[in-house]
């Protein structure tokens, strides 16, 4: 389409062809400025109490160990009904 308008224009086909290959080649080679991408905002944290620590079904219930860091990581543990809960695990070393 772009060879067309140039003819139309009184360019010659050599003329053209020329012109179109180098809006070819620039378009495909000219450098585009982006911004960095942002930084993520860092997670807030919250403090989970202790009746969200627990989840009861007639059957049993799921106790959450741990305080979600490195040292002591989340871990829902199963008590059956009747069954004492397991002491936490120690930490990772």
């Avoid at 053209?16 to 290959?21: G, P, S, Y």
């Avoid at 378009?27 to 991408?37: E, L």
């Avoid at 305080?67 to 543990?77: E, I, L, M, N, T």
Wanted: proline share 14%; charged share 10%.
């Amino acid at each position: 389409m772009a060879a067309a308008l140039l003819l139309d224009n009184g360019m010659d086909r050599v003329g053209a062809a020329l012109a179109l290959v180098v809006m070819l080649a620039s378009g495909c080679t000219a450098a585009r400025a982006t911004s960095p991408a942002p930084a993520p905002a860092a997670l807030p944290t919250s403090a989970i109490t202790s009746d969200q620590r627990v989840v009861a079904y007639p059957h049993g219930r799921w106790l959450l160990y741990g305080d979600g860091s490195a040292a002591s990581p989340f871990a829902w543990v199963w008590i059956p009904t009747g069954a004492t809960p397991p002491p936490p695990a120690p930490p990772a070393r």
